[in-house]
T-cell receptor
Framework: GENVEQHPSTLSVQEGDSAVIKCTYS??????FPWYKQELGKRPQLIID?????GEKKDQRIAVTLNKTAKHFSLHITETQPEDSAVYFC?????????FGQGTTLQVKP | SAVISQKPSRDICQRGTSLTIQCQVD?????MFWYRQQPGQSLTLIAT?????????ESGFVIDKFPISRPNLTFSTLTVSNMSPEDSSIYLC?????????????FGPGTRLLVL
């Protein structure tokens, strides 16, 4: 069925460490994979996205990798900072809509 | 990206009443989307609103409860009708700005609704 699984649900790292969040999707036809960051009380904000014709995309400290064969994609945050603390959502398209993962609460401890 | 505003930003309503939420975009967009986000939860799509046609509702959401208007390419409204405490949630509109309309979505600031 329509499903995007996201893990872990919570992640706590020390400032400066790396954080990795992984999502798996069910529809092999999916070809666009965004990541959103939602700070407390704020709107979800698109931070990076990747299309199925590339395996990796980087933007400063964040990167997304895609494995189409295994149907999973991951968000990598390097040199984490306290301002990276937020809820992160992955998503994948299915029949004209985005299906969102359940979210990962990232806590970066100073 | 698009600049999206929503009104009201929050409201407290009595059960049995209705609330209309407005979503305004600073540019013309083909598709607008309405989501619900319950506290601590993910985003659930309510419906997709296309200008000039009826909205397409997701499973579990019906037009009588959540009527949607899309009078032009920059504006949409969502009404939450005959509210109950279970409707307490954050309601978000979004717009798709990619070549494929559901892609590259940007969200409005949300409307926090509390039903007593």
């Amino acid at each position: 069925g329509e499903n995007v699984e996201q893990h872990p649900s919570t992640l706590s790292v020390q400032e400066g460490d790396s954080a990795v969040i992984k999502c798996t999707y069910s529809d092999s036809a999916s070809n666009y994979f965004p990541w959103y960051k939602q700070e407390l009380g704020k709107r979800p904000q698109l931070i990076i996205d990747i299309r199925s014709n590339v395996g990796e995309k980087k933007d400063q400290r964040i990167a997304v990798t895609l494995n189409k064969t295994a149907k999973h994609f991951s968000l990598h945050i390097t040199e984490t900072q306290p301002e990276d603390s937020a809820v992160y959502f992955c998503a994948a398209p299915l029949t004209g809509k985005l299906i969102f993962g359940q979210g990962t609460t990232l806590q970066v401890k100073p | 990206s698009a600049v999206i505003s929503q009104k009201p930003s929050r409201d407290i309503c009595q059960r049995g009443t209705s609330l209309t939420i407005q979503c305004q975009v600073d540019s013309q967009v083909t598709m607008m989307f309405w989501y619900r986000q319950q506290p601590g939860q993910s985003l659930t799509l309510i419906a997709t609103a296309n200008q000039g046609s009826e909205a397409t509702y997701e499973s579990g959401f019906v037009i009588d409860k959540f009527p949607i208007s899309r009078p032009n390419l920059t504006f949409s409204t969502l009404t939450v009708s005959n509210m109950s405490p279970e409707d307490s949630s954050i309601y978000l509109c979004s717009v798709g700005t990619g070549a494929v309309y559901q892609e590259t979505q940007y969200f409005g600031p949300g409307t926090r609704l509390l039903v007593l």
